[in-house]
């Protein structure tokens, strides 16, 4: 099968299994903006994407990121939204900022204010969300901020003239059911939507679980494999 023909295979099946569990959650499957996780794939499966109507690519690693961008430019797919997915040094955040159009992996004050700065370089708002951990407290590796740390996080950002807060964003641990990981989830995305009814996006879901993240009420869902098959391996 020539690459166009797999890709447009796992992006009908993606797309389908979201409208049927939006549908099945009551929801208009038109709420949920599928973002197709592009992190070790060239960018002409970018171009690819973008070709069978794809409007969200998600990376999460720097200075990757903004080569793939760079190319996409001139394959002419201008159109892109560009995710940031990833951890990110504080140094490399500024970086990020001039390039990506949301940032959903913002976990520490630190971050917020370097990505205002790579904003305001390239005048160019950025939208932002808070990552949030599920993991237990004290998990080796843990990313994303407590939920108790979500508030002066979204202060901090919206004191950033460049920066706008959309929402949260959160990874299923891998160890537990995710019906339970999102329900949590859902819980912590209520209580801050209520005090930031403007905050009101929710990236969850990947690959293995994004049918129970549209159950949970994401709004962003973040598939890579399913789509562009086995990453290859990680060297
Ligand atoms: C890699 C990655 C994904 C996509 O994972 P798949 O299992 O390939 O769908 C989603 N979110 C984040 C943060 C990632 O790093």
Known sequence: MIRRDE????????????????????????????VVVTKFFPASDVHLLAELGVTDVGENRHPEAADKLAECRAYGDVALRWHFIGGMQSNKAAAVASYADV????????????????AHQRSHEVDVLLQVSLDPPGREGRSGADESELSTLADAVDAAGMLRLRGLMAIAPLDEDPRHAFDRLAEVRARFVAARPEASWLSAGMSNDFETAIAAGATHVRVGSAILGARPSIK
């Open 103 to 118: 940032v959903e992996s913002v976990d520490r004050v630190k971050l917020v204010n370097a990505l205002d700065r790579g």
């Open 7 to 34: 890709i447009a295979a796992g992006l009908d099946d993606v797309r389908r299994r979201i409208a049927r569990a939006a549908q099945a959650a009551g929801r208009d499957p038109d709420d949920v903006t599928l």
